[in-house]
């Protein structure tokens, strides 16, 4: 198993521009979800799913959308970056109990 | 915001046994108690959960107080490489979005 994998490592952003983060898994999980850690500070939940095509939000989810087409991936958009969303982005997926991390995201927006 | 309550910081000497408290005097009945740490810049680790009763694996041990409102991790015979920040979380079911609090740093002295 390659666990969670996510794509880019690092991405540099000019504002106003949009991207989509990836994030793949390939364990079967239901449950998968995406957080954004900034310097010095823990993770904030931005959204989550609990299964295809369910998804909501968390504590941070504005300027972020998500969709959840299969089991196996789930995207997250920036629609217009903002340098406030400059940041490391780690998604996470959950057979039951424990959360698997992938590597994270660093991203800058200038 | 997060449900628990942990110190900002610990120290603890290398060889020693690293306890680390949580308190979580709001818990429901059905909520689960886990634990997780993140080292430098990784994504968080799962390291152990529980419900009410003790429970030990590979990694720690976590000791629940009898009305739920507080638990220890222990890290029986911590090494440099314990050194993270660790998270305590409680969360309901699969489906419960799972929100990080500030967490503990724990720097481990040789």
């Known amino acids: 198993n390659a666990g969670v994998t996510q794509t880019p490592k690092f991405q540099v952003l000019k504002t106003g521009q949009s991207m989509t983060l990836q994030c793949a898994q390939d364990m079967n999980h239901e449950y998968m979800s995406w957080y954004r850690q900034d310097p010095g500070m823990g993770l904030r939940l931005i959204h989550y799913s609990v299964g295809a095509g369910i998804t909501d939000q968390g504590e941070v989810p504005n300027g972020y959308n998500v969709s959840r087409s299969t089991t196996e991936d789930f995207p997250l958009r920036l629609l217009s970056a903002a340098p406030s969303q400059t940041s490391v982005y780690f998604c996470a997926s959950s057979p039951l109990y424990e959360q698997y991390f992938g590597p994270g995201t660093r991203l800058t927006v200038t | 915001d997060a449900k628990t309550t942990q110190p900002p910081s610990m120290d603890c000497a290398e060889g020693r046994a690293a306890n680390l408290p949580c308190n979580h005097s709001t818990i429901s009945g059905n909520e689960y108690v886990y634990w997780y740490r993140q080292i430098h810049s990784q994504g968080p680790q799962y390291i152990i959960h529980?419900?009410?009763n003790n429970e030990t694996n590979e990694m720690a041990s976590l000791i629940i107080t009898e009305d739920r409102k507080s638990s220890t991790l222990i890290l029986p015979h911590a090494t440099l490489r314990d050194t993270a920040v660790y998270y305590c979380i409680v969360r309901a079911n699969r489906d419960d979005k799972i929100i990080f609090g500030k967490g503990t740093r724990l720097h481990i002295l040789p």
């Open positions: 529980g419900l009410k």
